[in-house]
């Protein structure tokens, strides 16, 4: 059952999965917006240093790592660590406010960007072929459910490689974010998130700080809100009710994203740090890392290795995501439990991941 919990979707990987069945863009298929060519962005601070729509968070000292019998191999052992006072985006970054952001930069996202063989083989096995040109076209990660239940070890049967998907036609082609201002951005990459937490003179979390403040101050439990089951009395964030991925009861209302602060906050006062969408840190992933940690008594803002590495695909450059989405159940990820790692490969883009900036200024 363990790669139901790693197989977390990544670009690469999906490009390989494409190419070995040479399944996709169909004859024909039309891209709205022309590819772009990779550009070289500078992006510079807009200057507004103001902390409208932030938290403050009092620094201190928890344990990190897995609270309940789910924890994962790589959410243990549980280690010391310190991480000093920030402020935090009170919720997941808006469609509207990465509108904003491409407004006032011109700024051209990875998955409006055609992508580039050369850097993409990097990632995948020697001697990979090169896919079809129809399929290295600018695309994104798009959820597509299917109506009957299937293997959770499958992750091909609910993702589709999209052509013309992003930001602002999540979905593909025809689809759009008028309405949904107030929503998570998706089909963002790490990059992506980069570059706008810069603009506004912020920085994406270590993944220290974010679980530090998912747990909103209370110690050891396995939820933002305490220890009280998912799926027990009032709805406490955008998860998957029902069978995943086939049936959703819609219990907490919402069958994909939410808008953001739909659900009660933490003690942090902060909004959707358990589901929605996961969110970008700025950490490496390295599946041992805690046990390199641990071997210090106590550890003071730690900022992810110097590297990446999983294991189940060790030549994709992974980063850390956290805090679950409107995917997750208890049957396949439990993404809303506070101390629970995830990984993806930089470059990504998805319908469930967005990110959310912090400030130590
Ligand atoms: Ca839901
Ligand atoms: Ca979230």
């Not at 072929?129 to 959820?143: E, I, Q, R, T």
């Not at 912020?202 to 220890?227: D, F, M, Q, S, V």
């Not at 808008?259 to 950490?283: H, I, Q, T």
């Amino acid at each position: 059952m363990k790669n139901i919990y790693t197989s977390i979707l990544h670009y690469s990987s999906l490009i390989l999965l494409l190419a070995s069945c040479n399944q996709l863009s169909k004859p024909g298929a039309e891209i709205e917006d022309t590819p772009q060519q990779n550009p070289k962005q500078e992006i510079t601070f807009s200057g507004d240093t103001s902390k409208t729509g932030m938290v403050y968070i009092p620094g201190g000292t928890y344990m990190m790592g897995g609270d309940n019998a789910q924890a994962s191999a790589d959410e243990l052992p549980k280690h010391e660590v310190t991480v000093s006072s920030f402020w935090m985006d009170e919720h997941e970054v808006t469609n509207a406010q990465f509108a904003q952001f491409v407004k006032a930069t011109g700024y051209i996202t990875t998955a409006e960007q055609k992508p580039d063989w050369e850097e993409l083989k990097k990632q995948l096995p020697p001697g990979t072929p090169k896919p079809a040109d129809s399929l290295l076209v600018p695309s994104s990660l798009v959820f597509t459910p299917p109506t009957h239940l299937v293997e959770l070890n499958d992750y091909g049967q609910w993702w589709s490689w999209v052509p013309g998907a992003s930001w602002k036609h999540p979905n593909g082609k025809g689809s759009g974010i008028a309405g949904t201002e107030n929503y998570p951005v998706i089909q963002v990459s790490w990059d992506d998130a980069m570059a706008y937490c810069k603009w506004v003179g912020k920085r994406l979390p270590t993944e220290a700080e974010w679980e530090y403040a998912a747990r909103g101050g209370l110690k050891n439990n396995i939820y933002p809100w305490g220890n009280e089951s998912i799926n027990t009395g009032k709805p406490k964030a955008n998860s998957w009710d029902g069978s995943f991925p086939d049936k959703n009861t819609k219990r907490d209302g919402y069958v994909n994203l939410a808008p953001v602060k739909s659900f009660d906050p933490n003690g942090y006062k902060l909004y959707d740090m358990a589901g929605n969408v996961w969110e970008w840190c700025s950490d490496w992933y390295r599946d041992d890392y805690y046990k390199i940690l641990a071997q210090q008594r106590n550890t003071n803002n730690p900022k992810g290795p110097s590297d990446s590495h999983d294991p189940d695909e060790p030549l994709i450059q992974k980063k850390v995501i956290r805090g679950g989405s409107f995917m997750c159940n208890e049957s396949y990820c439990s993404g809303y439990r506070t101390a629970r790692r995830m990984k993806s490969s930089y470059d990504s883009g998805m319908s469930n991941l967005g990110f959310r900036c912090v400030s130590t200024n």
